[in-house]
């Protein structure tokens, strides 16, 4: 079972993170990623494997001031445990990021329909699906409230975002 923990508040965001995926580590997983910005730009860290591998690679980013993030660790269900398929996923524009628990089970058909709309797809997940529609809908209506709305009217399964 993964974990998904999201923080916005006053302390530097990536070591809460960490410590909150340390906290759900019991639960069992394959990968893990952090998202967060920093320097006005969406910075994703993912590794296979155990917490620590992502936490060696973080250690390239030792001035991390971002006070908000997301962070997962996954229980892969569509696609093998593999870098490329541990969360969070992108958006084409790198605009956007989100982690996901659960399974979209309509992923396939959507993500047809995007490929078709020239978007492309990194991943072999259910879940990049969201992350590509989600950035579909923003670039239409440039609203991010309505942009999720839109998203989530258009995804069935079981899912936690962040
Ligand atoms: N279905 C998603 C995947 O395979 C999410 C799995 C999870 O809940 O960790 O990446």
Redesign the pocket.
């Known amino acids: 079972m993964?974990g998904i923990i999201g923080y916005a508040g006053h302390r530097p965001a990536v070591p809460v993170i960490i410590e909150g995926l340390r906290r759900l580590e019991y639960r069992g997983y394959d990968s893990a990623g952090v998202g967060f910005i920093q320097g006005m730009e969406l910075k994703v860290i993912k590794a296979e494997g155990k917490l620590a591998a992502l936490e060696e690679k973080l250690a390239h980013y030792p001035n991390t001031v971002a006070m908000n993030g997301i962070g997962?660790t996954?229980?892969?269900?569509?696609?093998v445990p593999a870098e490329r398929?541990a969360?969070p996923h992108i958006g084409g524009n790198n605009e956007l990021a989100i982690i996901?628990?659960?399974?979209?089970e309509n992923y396939m058909e959507i993500k047809e329909h995007l490929i078709k709309q020239g978007v492309t797809f990194v991943s072999d997940?259910?879940?990049e699906v969201v992350a590509q529609l989600l950035e579909f809908h923003y670039n239409e209506c440039h609203n991010m409230l309505e942009a999720v709305g839109r998203c989530l009217r258009r995804i069935e399964g079981s899912y936690a975002f962040g």
Do not use: L
């Open positions: 993964c997962h996954r229980w892969a269900t569509h696609g398929n969360h996901h628990n659960g399974i979209i997940t259910d879940s």
